[in-house]
DNA sequence: GTATTATTGAAAATGGTCTCCATTTACAAT
DNA sequence: ATTGTAAATGGAGACCATTTTCAATAATAC
C-alpha cells in the first residue's frame, strides 16, 4: 500500500512534539480531517467528522487542539462573518497552498484563489518590508480579503 | 460656531434617507457617536457613550443600526479575533481615511496605517482588476490585515 | 390630523466558545 | 513491562455577544 500520507503527517506531527505537546488519538484525528480537507472548516464540522472515528473525542477537545494548533502556526483561523471561526491547514514547510479569499456578500460564497499575480507576491513582501521598517513590527503572516458579488449574485 | 461636522452628518442622513430609512434620535446619536470617534469602536462602546444622551436607546437599537449601515456600506464591521466586532466609518463618498491594520499576536494592539507606499495601492487595483476578469466576480471592498509582534512584544 | 409602516426597548432565546474538575492518558525514566 | 507525573480529556454548565420576539411607539405620507 502506498505510504503517500505518511510524509505529510510525519511532518505534521513532528512539528508537533517538537513544540512539546504529546501526540493523542484525538489530536491524530484531528490533524487527520484538517490535512485531508481543502474546505473551510468549522470546529463543529471538524467534531462531526472526528466523532465517527473516535467517539471519545469532545467538542472542548477539538477547540482545545485547534487553538493549540494555531497558536503553533500549523493552521489558520479565519472568520468570514457567518458567527463560527473557520479553520485550515498552513500546510506545508514552505508556506505551499497559500491562498487569499474573495467573500459574496450575497450568497457568502467563499472563494480561494492562488493564482496571485507576480507583482503580487514582490508588493507584498515590499509592503511588509515597508511596514516593519516604520513601525518596528515583525510580520508573520496576513490576512487579505476582497468582498463582492459573486458571478451568480451580480446577475440579480 | 463653526459648522464643522454639518457637512458629514448631512452626507450620512442623506444617504442614510436616501436607501429608505427613517432618521430617528437614536440612530442620530449613533451616527454621531462614530464619525467623532476614530477608534475601534464595539457594540457595546457605542451604546456606553449612546446611552447617557439618549437613555432610552437600548442596546438593541445599536446592534440594529449598525447592522443596518453596515448593510448600506456607511461603515465597516471588523473582527479582530476578541470575540467582538469592531466599527467604523466608511468615512465619506470618496474613501478617505481607508486604512488598513497591524494586530499584535501578543498583546493584541492594534496600530492602523494610512501611508500605503504607492505601488500598493497600484497592486491592489491591479489585483482587483484580475481578480474581477478571471472569476467575474464585482469587488466593492476589502479587508487586508498583517499579524506579529508590535515594537513592545517583539523585545519580550 | 390620521393612517400606515418602520422602529423601538425589554426580556428572553440563541449559539459558539470556554471553564471547571475529576478522570484518563502519553511518555520518559525506571 | 511498570510506573510516576504532568499533560490531556470530556461532559456539563458557564459565559457572553448577538438575535429574536412582540407589544408599544414614533416617523413619514396622505
Redesign the interface.
Known sequence: MPRRERRGQGWLQGKFKGCGYRITSGREAILDVLSKSDKHLSAEDIYMQVHPKCPNVGLTTVYRTLDVLAGVGLIF?F?F?DGRARFELAQGPKGAHHHHH?I??NCKRI?D?T???D??VE?LN???K??TK??????????????????DC?KK
Do not use: A, P, R
Not at 137 to 145: D, E, M, P, R, S
Open positions: 483561523k472568520d462573518g474573495l459574496c456578500n472563494i484563489y493564482d496571485f499575480i507583482e503580487e508588493l515590499q509592503t511588509e515597508g511596514l516604520k513601525y518596528d513590527f515583525k510580520i508573520t503572516n496576513h490576512l487579505i480579503q476582497f468582498y463582492g458579488l459573486c458571478s451580480v
